[in-house]
């Protein structure tokens, strides 16, 4: 889970922006799992050029309640980008998915 400290990822965001918002469910057998892959997803997707924040928290603040990503990424190519990636192959798709109870996304640009 991000450190509350860190930057809020859409601070700054400008015209042409793409954000992405998630809300993740993991299921009670695999919350632990989806806890101990989100530092690696969230580091490395931090680390890539088209990135410009990512954050990962549960608003609630409850350890067992739902997790919400906040991710800005500079256009389009930059998402895809990120999607295509392997670490998000990896980490994401192919181990924390699996281990989600139910996952909605929205991706929108900013105007």
């Known amino acids: ?23 993740w469910t ?8 989806v806890d101990a892959a989100l530092p ?3 580091g490395a997707s931090l680390a890539e050029p088209g990135c410009l924040g ?8 409850d350890a067992d309640g739902d997790i919400v990503l906040v991710e800005r ?7 895809e980008a990120h999607r ?5 192959r990896e980490i994401a798709v192919e181990r924390i998915v ?4 139910d996952r909605e996304v929205v991706v929108t640009t900013v105007g």
């Open 1 to 23: 889970m991000s450190d509350s400290t860190s930057p809020w990822p859409l601070a700054g965001a400008r015209p042409g922006e793409v954000v992405v918002i998630a809300r």
């Open 26 to 33: 993991p299921s009670p057998e695999g919350r632990a799992q």
């Open 40 to 42: 690696g997803l969230v």
């Open 54 to 61: 990512y954050r990962a928290y549960r608003p609630d603040g």
């Open 73 to 79: 990424y500079a256009d389009r190519d930059a998402l």
């Open 84 to 88: 295509t990636s392997a670490h998000f």
């Open 98 to 101: 699996p281990l989600l109870a």
